[in-house]
């Protein structure tokens, strides 16, 4: 590994990495304010909260609202060591630049392939939500096979088109549809909490849990809660799109630890308001979607405005929230994707870029593996693998912060994670926790699902470690970082 001997400012450092992106050709471009930035990762987070209904309280039960509240607690100290690295090495690839500096670029691109496990999922996943409101609310389920692929298809190529075109479409379009969506929410859990059925002895069963049957209902519960970090990966598209922010590098942990808090937040209120309406010893643990329009039918029996009401809530409480999940979790993959080819861990034509600054390959490639997931009728099943995959990339990223905070204590850090090394340790081990605990709870399908994954990612590695056996500029991993420009 050689490094050069100039040392540069974190913003001097930033421009230079984007103008690194605009010599490989086209390059990312810089129009992004801190709101869109903001709602772009808050909307990642901010996932499927009227579908995945049936997965969280099937999970955590009564204390849903209470699961949210500690996963948002034990997900900060994650996103304190993502803010502290995404300021020290501000370009775009998050993890793939964290784990490359902090370890090696094998470490990089296997936490890079662990997050776009998570990453390239939700496109598909979003599109199934989407087609399962409409056959729930105005086709009868009859919606399915290949019309359900081709409509999802078109709903992909949408996407596929916001994502090419400038960022400030994406951006607005994002920001309109999260605060909609979180309004709409809100309004939601007051209908719950002044309906009349709200009681505190709906939470009599407090630990109720799908899991109980097969690991008793204390370890039950904290398996259901370690499968709630799914929701909250998203904070760390924050990085991805660093080297587009129009604004100081140093307020990205604004958008990194606003977007954790305001989702735990507000998914603990609705919830909370939800179950408090629910009769637990009727409720069926099976998981199924939209349990939030069933319990608002019951809640509210003939009253004739709320079948409106649930057709709007199917708007902002599924569509839009899906809609700004799938946007957030697009542009991450694309950016990533994108500094893999620039950095020489893909082919340099990942790097091309259009004349808005949009990545081209990446944004096709991830539509063509989006509607093959979708084909596939069966990604809901990676529900689980996703938060496993998630937590060991935050430990592999969290061990990058311990050992660069050791190796490298006169780099400079725009922003310092509160507890210096003690919160990048308490990072390590919430990451490692959650994950052995979603090591308990996945089933056999879903490590079947994951080795074909990992498969794929190890024919991918070997076909890099062949183009960096040759000699050249094309065929080296590089990173910049406050010593300067680092190869690999």
Not at 14 to 32: C, F, Y
Not at 184 to 207: C, E
Not at 410 to 435: C, D, F, N, Q
């Amino acid at each position: 590994m050689s490094a050069t001997t100039k040392s540069t400012s974190i913003e001097t450092r930033q421009s230079a990495t984007a103008d690194a992106g605009e010599q490989a050709g086209g390059g990312l471009k810089r129009s992004l304010r801190l709101l869109f930035v903001y709602t772009l990762a808050t909307g990642a987070i901010f996932t499927f909260v009227c579908y995945w209904d049936g997965i969280f309280l099937s999970y955590c039960g009564p204390g849903t609202w209470l699961g949210f509240l500690l996963m948002t607690a034990m997900v900060l100290p994650i996103g304190f060591v993502y803010a502290e690295l995404s300021t020290m090495l501000p370009s775009t690839g998050s993890c793939l630049v964290f784990n490359t500096v902090g370890m090696n670029k094998h470490a990089g691109f296997w936490s890079a392939w662990l997050i776009m496990c998570a990453w390239l999922a939700v496109p598909a996943a979003g599109v199934l939500g989407i087609l399962e409101w409409l056959n729930y609310q105005f086709l009868d389920y009859g919606l399915n096979g290949s019309y359900a692929v081709i409509v999802g298809a078109v709903l992909l190529c949408l996407w596929c088109l916001v994502s090419l075109c400038k960022n400030i479409v994406a951006g607005g379009l994002q920001t309109t549809m999260l605060f909609i969506a979180i309004g709409g929410l809100l309004i939601t859990a007051g209908l719950f909490f002044f309906s009349g059925h709200w009681s505190l002895s709906n939470f009599s069963s407090f630990f109720a849990n799908a899991n109980a049957g097969d690991y008793g209902i204390g370890l039950g519960w904290i398996i259901g809660c370690a499968f709630l970090i799914t929701p909250y990966f998203g904070f760390e598209t924050v990085p991805a799109m660093v080297e587009e922010g129009t604004f100081p590098i140093k307020d990205q942990k604004k958008a990194i630890l606003g977007s954790v808090l305001t989702c735990g937040i507000i998914y603990a209120i609705f919830y909370l308001a939800e179950a408090g309406c629910i009769d637990w010893n009727a409720y069926a643990f099976d998981s199924a979607p939209f349990v939030t329009f069933e319990t608002l039918k019951l809640v509210f029996p003939g009253a004739g405005w709320m079948s409106w009401f649930v057709i709007a809530l199917g708007v902002f409480g599924v569509v839009f929230p899906i809609g700004t999940s799938v946007l957030g979790f697009w542009y991450s993959a694309v950016r990533m994707l994108f500094a893999m080819g620039r950095q020489n861990f893909l082919p340099k034509a990942f790097a091309k870029c259009n004349r808005y600054g949009q990545p081209i390959i990446p944004n096709l490639l991830i539509l063509a593996i989006s509607i093959g997931f979708l084909a596939m009728q069966s990604i809901t099943a990676f529900f689980d693998l996703m938060a496993f995959a998630c937590a060991i990339c935050y430990a592999m990223s969290s061990i990058s912060a311990i050992l660069l905070d050791v190796r490298h204590p006169e780099w400079e850090r725009p922003y310092h994670a509160p507890g210096g090394m003690a919160m990048k340790i308490a990072s390590l081990i919430i990451s490692l926790t959650v994950a052995v605990f979603c090591c308990i709870g996945i089933g056999v399908q879903t490590w079947v699902g994951f080795a074909g994954y990992m498969g794929v990612g190890v024919v991918l590695w070997c076909t890099m470690l062949a183009k960096w056996r040759v000699k050249g500029k094309d065929s080296t991993v590089w990173m910049r970082t406050p010593a300067g420009v680092i190869e690999y």
